[in-house]
């Protein structure tokens, strides 16, 4: 399916000038549905057409994974604090800048029963989803290389600003032997601060193997994390970070 959306959105206006003088309707029909689909799947989180998305994980138990992205940041000791209380294991997808200024919150995390994963080294949110393929893998190196540096294990996951991608990001994944992994639902946190509101979105929709998004370093990160952990709790949910194995792409 990638190749096939690379080489129409590169094909296409050969086509149009090829049928310019005859049907020149049908030559900016080719073009603009090629390059409508090529900014769908990049655009849109989760959709498969450059590539696997990790959406779920497998399981017959009552269990979710919960991810926190954008840190390390200041809140990140209560995040801590809050997730041991609750007996809560988390994935922190953390930026390498950060990171590198923020090694010893790198490490709490570990020590404290949770990971970290790969969320690009600066989170170039605005422009993520048009880098060209040495910038892209500039991005997934760097912040690979901090984390080893900080915790002598090499990350395996790796999630793209805003949850966007390009064609660019699945062979420079496949040749670090790494997986993007997105999510099944989320709070809408960045743009939401009432922890009710955050939690209406996620727990009505969370099934067994759902992956959960949320956020740090916002004003009510941490109100936000306590309220949904404490419904899902409340429905029987464990918390539960999956092994590589268990990770599927369906929802």
């Known amino acids: 399916m990638r190749n096939l959306i690379v080489g129409s959105a590169w094909l296409s206006p050969i086509a149009l000038i090829i049928l310019w003088q005859r049907a020149p309707m049908l030559g900016l029909a080719i073009l603009a549905l090629s390059h409508a689909a090529w900014l769908y799947a990049t655009l849109r989180a989760n959709v498969q057409w450059l590539g696997p998305v990790i959406t779920r994980f497998e399981t017959n138990a009552r269990e979710v994974w919960l991810t926190i992205d954008d840190g390390p940041t200041s809140d990140t000791p209560a995040i801590l604090d809050l997730l041991q209380a609750s007996r809560v294991a988390?994935?922190?997808?953390?930026?390498?800048?950060?990171?590198?200024?923020?090694?010893?919150?790198?490490?709490?995390?570990?020590?404290?029963?949770?990971?970290?994963?790969?969320?690009?080294?600066?989170?170039?949110s605005g422009t993520f989803w048009r880098l060209l393929p040495a910038e892209i893998a500039r991005q997934i190196d760097r912040c690979n290389a901090t984390l080893q540096s900080l915790t002598s294990t090499r990350p395996i996951w790796f999630r793209a600003p805003v949850g966007m991608k390009n064609p660019a990001v699945h062979p420079a994944l496949e040749q670090r032997g790494m997986r993007l992994i997105g999510w099944s639902v989320r709070g809408l946190d960045t743009v939401r601060s009432d922890p009710a509101d955050v939690a209406t979105r996620i727990v009505p929709r969370a099934q067994p193997g759902s992956i959960i998004v949320l956020h740090q370093g916002r004003q009510n990160s941490l109100a936000c994390l306590q309220r949904v952990i404490s419904d899902l709790q409340a429905q029987g949910y464990a918390f539960v970070i999956p092994a590589d194995e268990r990770l599927k792409t369906k929802r």
């Open 90 to 124: 988390a994935t922190f997808f953390v930026k390498g800048a950060l990171a590198a200024k923020n090694g010893d919150l790198v490490r709490a995390i570990i020590e404290r029963g949770n990971n970290v994963a790969n969320h690009s080294d600066d989170h170039p």
